[in-house]
């Protein structure tokens, strides 16, 4: 079932809205290209709100002092221990077969957000 949660111009470019559909707490996420993505709100890790956490590129490196940002890859970091989760996909950048967040269906008519629960 399709919820609104929010009008596209309240979520900043890079923001993101906590919100709670069904007693689901979920996040939304405007990416920097201007999409938007839904998430479980719960870090699968020790619990806290992935919504308290930063959105940011991901940056991995080879070697040690090796920084490479992907700019196509955004993450949402958990606030507590920095758990990375790929906002497209939820997967976890720490073991992406295993570790990952729900993700929810959005989709954008007329301006509004609709998250699909």
Excluded: Q
Excluded at 25 to 32: D, E, G, H, L, Q
Excluded at 76 to 93: A, M, V, Y
């Amino acid at each position: 079932m399709k919820h609104l949660v929010c009008k596209y111009d309240d979520l900043k470019s890079e923001g993101k809205k906590a919100v709670s559909i069904d007693r689901k707490a979920i996040v939304v996420v405007r990416s920097t290209s201007g999409e938007v993505y839904a998430l479980r709100d719960v870090c699968p890790h020790k619990g806290p709100c992935l919504s308290a956490g930063m959105l940011d590129v991901s940056c991995t490196g080879d070697t040690v002092g090796e920084y490479i940002f992907e700019k196509d890859k955004e993450v949402l970091r958990c606030p507590w221990h920095s758990w990375e989760f790929d906002i497209k996909t939820g997967r976890s950048l720490f073991d992406p077969d295993k570790v990952k967040v729900k993700t929810y269906e959005v989709t954008i008519e007329n301006d509004m957000v609709f998250v699909e629960v």
